[in-house]
């Protein structure tokens, strides 16, 4: 079965650069959540879209923003990075009626240097 | 605002050894309650999921009762194996946009 795909899967990026990660939900799933795991920590959540409209906001810094496109996939882009922002990304999709099941990718690991 | 508190790891047990991850939870609502897995080096998986009270969930031989009463939502296995080796998180859904709420993980060591 179709999985939750993201890119890249490792980053490296020095300090005030910019990223960008993308994710693709699991086809005819209707809704993305984007979560920040740091090393050791649990996932915060950052920012959902449900049909490519934000439905939903966390602790995601000014410096980020995200965007769902027409065909469902995300983008998160993260501007002047630093070193904290060093962080693995989650991204998920679930069906908007799921019953709250989420299905995460395996994550983007992002290093600032 | 909605929590999840689950018990401190790491869980370090040997192979065959019961096994109880506490989790407890505060929410104004309904929340479905959900296990998550994650092994070294990979993403989250789901491991069982429960939507209403007294509802148990079970996945590989782990199991997790809704309580309730007592706002729990504890995972057990009666006989760990090396392969279980994880962090286990526990989440709640409370509604609304499906966005989850985790607890801070619990780490286990499984050794043979």
């Known amino acids: 079965a179709a999985g939750v795909i993201q890119s890249p899967r490792h980053l490296i990026k020095e300090k005030r650069e910019t990223a960008t990660l993308k994710c693709y939900p699991i086809?005819?799933?209707?809704?993305v959540y984007w979560y920040q795991q740091g090393p050791g920590q649990d996932p915060q959540f950052l920012i959902s879209?449900?049909?490519?409209?934000?439905?939903d906001k966390g602790s995601i810094p000014d410096r980020f923003s995200a965007q769902q496109f027409s065909d469902y996939h995300s983008e998160l882009n993260m501007s002047s990075l630093e070193l904290g922002d060093s962080a693995l990304y989650f991204c998920?999709?679930?069906?908007?009626?799921?019953?709250?099941?989420?299905?995460f990718g395996e994550g983007s690991r992002l290093t600032v240097l | 605002g909605d929590s999840v508190t689950q018990m401190e790891g790491p869980v370090t047990l040997s192979e065959e050894a019961f096994l109880t991850i506490n989790c407890t939870y505060t929410?104004?609502?309904?929340?479905?309650l959900f296990w998550y897995v994650q092994y070294p080096g990979e993403g989250l998986q789901l491991l069982l999921k429960?939507?209403?009270?007294?509802d148990k969930g079970s996945n590989k031989g782990f199991e997790a009762t809704y309580r309730k009463e007592t706002t729990s939502f504890h995972l057990e296995k009666g006989s760990v194996q090396v392969s279980d080796s994880a962090v286990y998180f526990c989440a709640l859904n409370a509604g609304g946009y499906n966005k989850l709420i985790f607890g801070a993980g619990t780490r286990l060591a499984v050794h043979p």
């Open positions: 879209f449900y049909e490519k409209m934000q439905s």
């Open positions: 086809p005819r799933h209707d809704t």
């Open positions: 929410a104004t609502g309904y929340p479905s």
């Open positions: 429960a939507t209403k009270a007294d």
């Open positions: 998920a999709s679930s069906l908007d009626e799921g019953a709250g099941e989420l299905f």
